[in-house]
């Protein structure tokens, strides 16, 4: 065997075995019923705390938008459009500091909900997921991955209203166990990869929703 081809197979057996690890130790996950609490961290901090795969919420951390407690939803809306995508390119800035190490894909979407506005308990499939509250407050609920099978779930989604349907009739939900949050403007929480979540708008909310996955969890985690 010539020693180009040697060192060819070298070469594709240790490729082999980084991404057997990277695959092994992106999908991982925790079945804790924990979440804990962080003092606007700096990025290493930060990086520490969501890799320990823990939902976590980091208070603090959109100084820089307190303004926007002044108006209303409607007021927010109808910005002259300058400024909108001024305010659009700020929230980007911002919020890149969160991205995942060795980042391949964002995306960072600003919403603006009524109170009241709910949404279907969904499974978190990136490799990071944070919602973010500029303005109003939220009800979230976090269901472990084991939960699974009592959300009566197709795919990524329940099938059911958590909000609205009877557990008479889907007598599975009595047995979730949950952690349930209020986010205030200010909050950031890190929701990880695997686990359920859905939530309630409990006052009008302007927030922001950022999806990031590195070079290699777009590729290898499983969806």
């Known amino acids: ?11 594709l057996a240790i490729l082999g075995v980084f991404v057997y690890l990277q695959r092994k130790y992106l999908n991982r996950f925790n079945n804790d019923i924990e979440i804990f609490q962080m003092e606007n961290p700096n990025k290493i901090q930060f990086e520490r705390q ?13 100084q ?16 002259e459009a300058t400024e909108k995508r ?6 980007q800035k911002h919020f890149s500091y969160y991205n995942a190490p060795l980042n391949g894909k964002n995306i960072i979407k600003v919403m603006s909900e009524g ?12 490799y990071r997921y944070l919602i ?7 009800r979230v609920f976090l269901f472990a991955p084991k939960n699974r099978k009592f959300l009566y779930a197709k795919g990524d989604k329940s099938q059911i209203d958590f909000f609205r349907d009877d557990l008479l009739k889907y007598s599975k939900l009595s047995e979730t166990k949950y952690i349930e949050v209020i986010l205030y403007p200010g909050q950031m929480l890190y929701i990880p990869f695997n686990w359920w979540f859905n939530y ?10 950022h999806q990031s996955d590195t070079l290699f969890s777009k590729y290898l985690l499983k969806k």
Do not use: C, W
């Open 1 to 11: 065997m010539k020693l180009s081809t040697k060192v060819f197979l070298i070469l």
């Open 50 to 62: 969501v890799d320990q795969s823990y939902p976590s919420i980091f208070t603090n951390t959109t």
């Open 64 to 79: 820089n938008f307190h303004d926007l407690q002044k108006y209303s939803l409607d007021t927010i809306s109808s910005i």
């Open 86 to 91: 001024k305010l659009n390119r700020n929230i």
């Open 115 to 126: 109170k009241g506005v709910t949404n279907t308990v969904t499974r978190q499939y990136n």
């Open 132 to 138: 973010t509250q500029l303005k109003g407050v939220r």
């Open 200 to 209: 309630e708008i409990m006052e009008d909310s302007f927030a922001v929703y």
